[in-house]
């Protein structure tokens, strides 16, 4: 494959942290462009002695001039409660965010991917979802910055590809785990995790009935790339993640399993408009993409609970340095974010 300049945005979050990786090895030069709100340079500090890739602290809703061949645009925080701290900084990552790469595609004749998400899909009232149905979101609640954000982000990218022929690949991404996902980012598979190994309550909420289907970041990124190659023509939406469902009880008592932990289940209050089911329907991206994941749940969270085993006992989650803890989040904005105003 020919080497190619590559721009990931959110190269320092978790998925991109491992695009970056993915992409280099495939021999190709990246240039990570991150603001390092939810990101880390610890994230990419492994890559850094690479004379072919580069990072850059840049915040998408800014405009950004570089000369590339491709990007991917993952830059957007995926947490809830990293989204919902600043909901309209979220929006304007990824509406802003995506109007600058998208001209940034078009000044470039770079395709350009975008990392859009199951959301779009809101509590679904058809199940599994595929790319045909059209979602059930709650346009004025919590989770609105960011599932709206992301629709109207797959607007612009439709826009543009008809208005002026850039070549776009929209993925729909289901819910991604692994090694390198912030061990206080509120997600559920991080927290069950930390929470078991430190032995800490287990925090069910609802009654845990609802069910999510869990991918193993590195079968998502394979996917990434393989869309990215695919013919021109191929723009999605197409969905990327792992149809086994599973109810987040199950994935709690699978957890305690795994960790041996004597931690118990405590039940907290259902969030506001979390979806009661979520799995994807991947026919499409069998059948345009020769892709399916291959990480069952349990060896997924196998290596996912040896990362965290590995930085628990290394580092005191209160010491943290400071990008990766949360307290940076509630005690004061990052400076990218207050610069939004
Ligand atoms: P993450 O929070 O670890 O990574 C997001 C990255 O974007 C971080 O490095 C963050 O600092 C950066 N960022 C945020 N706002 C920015 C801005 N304005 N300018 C520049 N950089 C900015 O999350 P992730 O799980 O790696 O998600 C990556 C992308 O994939 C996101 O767009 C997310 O919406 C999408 N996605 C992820 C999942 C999942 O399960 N992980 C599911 C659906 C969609
Ligand atoms: N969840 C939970 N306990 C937690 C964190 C999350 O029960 O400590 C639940 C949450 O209510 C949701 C599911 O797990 O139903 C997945 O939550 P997550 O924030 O990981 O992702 P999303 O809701 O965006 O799919």
Redesign the pocket.
């Known amino acids: 494959m020919a080497r190619m300049r590559i721009l990931v ?9 491992f695009l970056c990786q993915r992409l280099l090895a495939d021999g190709h030069d990246v240039l990570c ?8 340079r610890d ?1 990419v500090l492994h890559l850094l002695d690479d004379p072919r890739f580069e990072v850059m602290r ?4 800014f405009p950004l001039y570089v000369e590339i061949d491709q990007i991917y ?7 809830p409660i ?2 919902q701290y600043d909901p309209v ?2 929006v ?3 509406v802003h ?1 995506a109007i600058n790469m998208l001209g940034l595609a078009k000044r470039t004749h770079a395709r350009i991917f975008q ?5 779009v899909y809101g509590d679904p009232t058809v199940h599994p979802q595929p790319e045909s149905y059209r979602g059930s979101v709650n346009p004025v609640g919590p989770r609105a910055c ?1 599932d709206e954000g ?1 629709r109207c982000a797959e607007t612009l990218f439709f826009d543009y590809h008809r208005q002026y022929g850039i070549d776009i690949r929209v993925a ?6 692994g090694p ?3 061990p206080n ?1 509120g ?1 559920v598979v991080s927290n069950f995790i930390v929470q078991a190994l430190k032995g800490d309550p287990i925090t069910l909420y609802g009654e845990g009935l609802q069910t999510r289907s869990f ?1 193993f ?1 590195e079968d ?1 990124i394979e996917g990434f790339v393989r869309f990215m190659a695919a013919p021109a023509g191929v723009t999605g939406p197409i969905n990327l ?1 792992n149809p086994s469902e599973f109810t987040i009880r199950a994935l709690a008592e699978m957890i305690i399993e795994l960790t041996g932990s004597r931690s118990q289940i405590v039940y907290r209050p259902l969030p506001q408009d979390d979806p009661l089911q979520r799995q994807p329907d991947i026919r499409l991206a069998s059948e345009q993409l020769g892709w399916r994941p291959a990480v069952p749940l349990r060896e997924g969270l196998v290596r996912t609970i040896a990362y965290f085993e590995t930085m628990l006992r290394g580092a005191d989650l209160h010491v943290l340095p400071a990008a990766r803890a949360p307290v940076r989040l509630h005690g004061g904005a990052p400076l ?2 207050a610069a ?1 105003g």
Request: aromatic share 12%; glycine share 12%; charged share 15%.
């Open positions: 945005t959110g190269g320092a979050g978790f998925l991109g942290s462009v991150d603001n390092f709100f939810t990101g880390s994230n840049h915040d998408v809703t645009n993952l830059a957007c925080p995926a947490s990293h989204y900084a979220t304007k990552t990824s965010g990392a859009s998400t199951s959301e960011y992301k729909r991404i289901f819910n991604t785990y390198r996902m912030h980012d997600r991918c970041v998502l993640g990218a974010v939004q």
